[in-house]
């Protein structure tokens, strides 16, 4: 049975979802590689598979969690093809653009575990809600609520502190 043309994405499709969500998918990458090079790619990569596949989207909400759940399953393939696991400090100008306050908290954040740091950052940053975030990282609710509460925790405790250079021994 042939499929009807006109019921996937057209080229203007494709150049409307790149112009509104190229951003947000470079913050999420971004928040996850660490690494600009690496996120820019990895965003490139999402909208060469949205060309290639062009899904049939049933709405907003749906066009743009294909795009995270893509976007972050990219980032993982890269981790695992990774062969050694170092980690790289933030970028010294997105300090700068960012201001003191933000930058350090946007540090604090990447230092979680990467679970909390998604359910973090799709839940503060994106607006999702817990159903939303399990429905995306196809996790129960009650896993996303519980990395929220321990990361909001670990968050505090940092921040408190003020010991932004033992971000990363603390956790």
């Not at 990774?82 to 980690?87: D, E």
């Amino acid at each position: 049975m042939e499929k009807r043309k006109e019921a996937y994405l057209s080229q203007g499709d494709i150049v409307r979802l790149v112009e509104v969500y190229s951003d947000m998918l470079l913050r999420i990458a971004l928040n996850r590689v660490k690494s600009m090079v690496a996120a820019e790619d990895v965003v490139q990569t999402v909208f060469e598979k949205l060309m290639e596949k062009r899904p049939r989207f049933t709405s907003p909400e749906h066009e743009k969690a294909w795009l995270i759940r893509t976007a972050i399953n990219l980032c993982l393939s890269d981790l695992r093809a990774q062969s050694r696991h170092r980690q790289e400090p933030l970028d010294e100008n997105l300090a700068v653009s960012l201001g003191e306050e933000t930058f350090e908290v946007l540090s604090a954040v990447q230092a979680l575990p990467v679970p909390d740091r998604y359910a973090v950052y799709l839940y503060y940053y994106e607006g999702y809600a817990i159903k939303e975030i399990a429905r995306m990282l196809g996790e129960p609710e009650g896993t996303v609520a519980a990395r929220l509460s321990r990361a909001r925790k670990k968050l505090k405790r940092l921040l408190e502190g003020g010991d932004y250079g033992q971000i990363q021994q603390r956790l």
